[in-house]
């Protein structure tokens, strides 16, 4: 009954013209740059946050805003991977195996139908399980104590992106590098300047948001003055106009199979949406696909993917709330948001701010009927926007880079350390490594180092309390578990690419 009324709480706070508004331009431009290949949740979101400072939003208007981006971007994703076999982001990889052959095949209204309706279910069973779920989970965590935190961040580290990535030691690296970036400014216990190089301007360390903004806005601007002048894409038409109603409920019961699994990959800790997407489509693939059409265009193969990545998106905000530990790199971007706003997620949030925490979640049940409607007669609209040129859209890019990040500080220096970390994210994914572990150790380097610190004194140094605790040793097995998992998978994807180039 608690749990009812503070849902009609949120709804309150969502439901507000502003808040509503916000919404809806979150659920458009989150759709539109989901389509757009390459850019995907992580990028829109970072490309846009400047944009909730420079208009000076409420905590609770900037994470709505944000957040129904990310479930826009979500639905954008599959557009590409069906029209052009091109996914707009990673978890919509899996789409394309069906999907592309279904639209070449003259169905590609249907194919976007079936899939409008998968992620529909996928994010609403979602955001039913973050209804459920997190303010229990939030209850749980309270029993957590420094050493606990700690593995759970060792936990988060070790496995954000790992098991999705290629190659697990990029990943390491690359977190290593955001948890020594993360030691710059002043000693928290000694007020000893790091690695500032005797700039007052590093004692504070760097400011997350600009650091996400060069490493994915400005780096997304130099990749694309790298592949200029590569050709494009060649479209299938849409076909019909508007799909039946029975095209669209084709994917059947894969789309609830495919919520569940991607609700349960969502909730672990760097698990994320590629994760969900593919455990689901694989199991669709064994549970369903006796007749072998799988890969041909069967609609189960668009459905379950697509439930399955964005019901992994909604579980991916319960560790975020709860815990202050991102479920994935978009919840990471989010965090940085919640931090720099002075927010500390975490087991206290539902009790301190439960207006933010109540009007989020409202917001995304009316962001996902926002987003079919949006999806299913207006499909026309963004298939068409695919064809827009880049080059209309990177200078918008930079110039809302620049101006949300003068307007967090306006300060200068903020924009050189922006347009550094660009030229440090442009070589990393050169070098194919993941940005994602850089931010996740930016944001969390700090909060690691302070339970370190806490547990050590609480054990007068003694190195053994980070062991001490069930919670901690549960942790770290599971820890171990993914980290296995994530270099047995790496070990295999090599073998199989060794033996095909053979």
């Known amino acids: 009954m608690d749990m009812l009324s503070a849902l009609a709480q949120g709804f309150a706070v969502a439901i507000t013209p ?3 508004a916000l919404a809806l331009f979150g659920c458009f431009a989150g759709t539109l740059i989901g389509a757009l290949p390459g850019l995907g949740p992580v990028n829109g979101v970072a490309i846009l946050i400047p944009l909730a400072f420079s208009l000076g939003l409420e905590p ?26 091109i996914p ?33 279910i996928g994010a609403t069973f979602a955001t039913i399980g973050l209804t459920l779920f997190a303010p229990l989970l939030a209850k749980a965590a309270i029993y957590f104590g420094p050493a606990d935190y700690f593995a759970l961040y060792v936990m988060a580290f070790a496995t954000i992106g790992g098991i999705t990535s290629v190659n697990p030691f990029k990943t390491l690296l690359a977190a290593f590098l955001g948890l020594m970036i993360a030691t710059v400014g002043l ?11 005797g700039s007052f301007h590093l004692y504070d360390g760097f400011d997350p948001i600009v650091a996400i903004v060069g490493l994915f806005a400005i780096s997304e601007v130099l990749v694309y003055l790298e592949r200029v002048h590569q050709g494009h894409e060649k479209m299938v038409p849409l076909g019909r106009a508007l799909p039946r109603f029975k095209d669209m409920m084709a994917g059947g019961w894969a789309n609830l199979r495919g919520s569940v699994i991607g609700f349960v990959c969502g909730i672990l800790p760097g698990a994320g949406a590629s994760l969900g997407a593919f455990m689901s489509y694989i199991a ?17 193969g668009i459905a379950a993917p697509e439930a399955g990545n964005n019901a992994a998106s909604g579980g991916a905000l319960i560790p975020m709330l709860t815990l202050g530990v991102p479920g994935s790199g978009t919840t990471a971007v989010m965090l940085a948001l919640l931090i720099s706003l002075n927010i ?3 087991p206290l949030l539902f009790d301190r701010q439960p207006d933010l925490v109540w009007g989020l979640i409202a917001a995304l049940y009316i962001a996902n009927i926002a987003l079919l409607i949006m999806n299913i007669p207006m499909i026309g609209l963004f298939t068409r926007m695919l064809s827009m040129p880049q080059w209309v859209l990177m200078p918008f890019v930079v110039m809302v880079s620049f101006l949300g990040v003068y307007s967090i500080s306006h300060s200068t220096f903020d924009l050189f350390v922006m347009v550094g970390f660009g030229v440090i994210g442009y ?34 140094g003694d190195f053994q309390i980070l062991f001490s605790s069930p919670i901690a040793l549960t942790l770290y097995a599971i820890t ?17 690419n060794r033996a095909t180039a053979n």
């Open 60 to 85: 609770t208007s900037a994470l709505i805003m944000l957040s129904c981006i990310y479930y826009g971007c979500m639905y954008g994703g599959r557009i590409s991977s069906i029209m052009l076999n």
């Open 344 to 346: 500390q997620p975490g």
């Open 18 to 20: 502003t808040n509503l």
């Open 88 to 120: 707009g982001d990673e978890p919509a990889i899996m789409t394309t195996l069906d999907g592309y052959p279904m639209a070449r095949a003259g169905k590609a209204s249907e194919a976007l139908a079936i899939s409008a309706v998968a992620s529909f």
């Open 284 to 300: 669709e693939q064994r549970w369903s696909a006796k007749d072998g059409k799988f890969g041909e265009g069967d609609p189960r």
């Open 427 to 460: 070589v990393l994914r050169m070098l194919g490594i993941s940005l994602v572990p850089v931010i996740l150790g930016l944001l969390l380097g700090a909060d690691m180092e302070n339970n370190l610190r806490r547990a050590l004194s609480i054990s007068n």
């Open 480 to 496: 171990a578990t993914m980290l296995g998992l994530a270099f047995l998978l790496a070990f295999r994807s090599r073998r199989r």
């Open 187 to 197: 000693d928290p216990a000694t007020g000893t300047a790091r690695y500032t190089a």
